[in-house]
């Protein structure tokens, strides 16, 4: 049954987007299925990293990537992370060696939104989102309301994805796009930066997400939060629910 439930299972009435200037969008398993970024979007990246790194190593862009990929090398503390060299092959095996991994590195990150750029400029990609999605930041937005998005996905990666989605060009719906730069998505600090950003406070903010950590760090912040539940049920205990937009 569509709409909010507490974690108990009760359906409840309020609306807390309503009480809210800014509603914060997490992407995966919450406006965008967790099986298109994980059986399209990363697949079409791993497939063409050695020979798009190699063929693109050159350009201000990547070379931006790589200092920054060269960062993330000198973060990781595993043991078996493979020789860092300035070539393109070192740079592409660091980068699947970090996917394997499911790592949210930035440069990593950037360079997959340079991919997935190529690829949604071909026309080899196009975004799913649900449903309801559109609909609901029309909603938002004719009721006052900013619709922003906070994901670990770098912010071109953001706007590729929402600029060519089965549903057309939804950029010009969203006010601003939040990465890993601005923080960590589970640290309360990170929801506090980006409502200085927006200038606004952070109580002025409804956070929706999949990732319950995330939202424990939004609220320590003292956002509203809501917990999207796509697919499978939450384990453990949880936030107020959302199978899907049409109650927001």
């Known amino acids: ?8 299972g009760k359906p409840i009435n309020v609306n807390p ?4 200037k800014v509603i914060l969008l997490d992407i995966e398993g919450t406006t965008t299925p967790i099986d298109f970024v994980y059986q399209t979007l990363f697949p079409f990246a791993r497939e063409r990293m050695e020979s798009f790194v190699e063929v693109n190593f050159s350009t201000t862009e990547m070379a931006k990537a790589v200092d920054q990929l060269k960062e993330d090398y000198d973060h990781e503390t595993e043991s078996d992370k493979p020789d860092w060299s300035d070539a393109p092959e070192a740079v592409a095996n660091f980068c699947l060696w970090l996917m394997d991994r499911d790592r ?10 340079l991919i997935w750029k190529a690829g949604y400029a ?9 449903d309801d999605v559109a609909p609901a930041m029309h909603r938002w937005i004719g009721a006052g309301k900013r619709v922003c998005i906070y994901s670990s996905g770098s912010v071109l990666a953001q706007k590729l994805l929402f600029k ?3 549903a057309g060009d939804l950029t010009g719906l969203l006010s601003a796009y939040f ?16 409502a200085s950003e927006l200038g606004i406070e952070c109580r002025e903010i409804f956070f929706l ?3 319950q950590d995330e939202l424990k760090a939004a609220e ?25 937009f049409t109650s927001l």
């Open 122 to 130: 071909s026309g080899d990609l196009q975004a799913t989102v649900y």
């Open 164 to 166: 060519h989605t089965i």
């Open 17 to 20: 987007a309503a009480e809210a």
């Open 104 to 113: 949210k590195a930035t440069g990593l990150k950037t360079i997959q939104g």
């Open 1 to 8: 049954m569509p709409g909010a439930r507490l974690h108990t």
């Open 209 to 211: 997400s999949d990732n």
């Open 179 to 194: 990465d890993t730069t601005t923080g960590p998505k589970k640290e309360a600090e990170s929801y506090r930066l980006i």
């Open 220 to 244: 320590k912040a003292g956002c509203s939060v809501g917990l999207a539940v796509r697919d499978d049920p939450p384990v453990g205990p949880s936030y107020t629910t959302y199978t899907d």
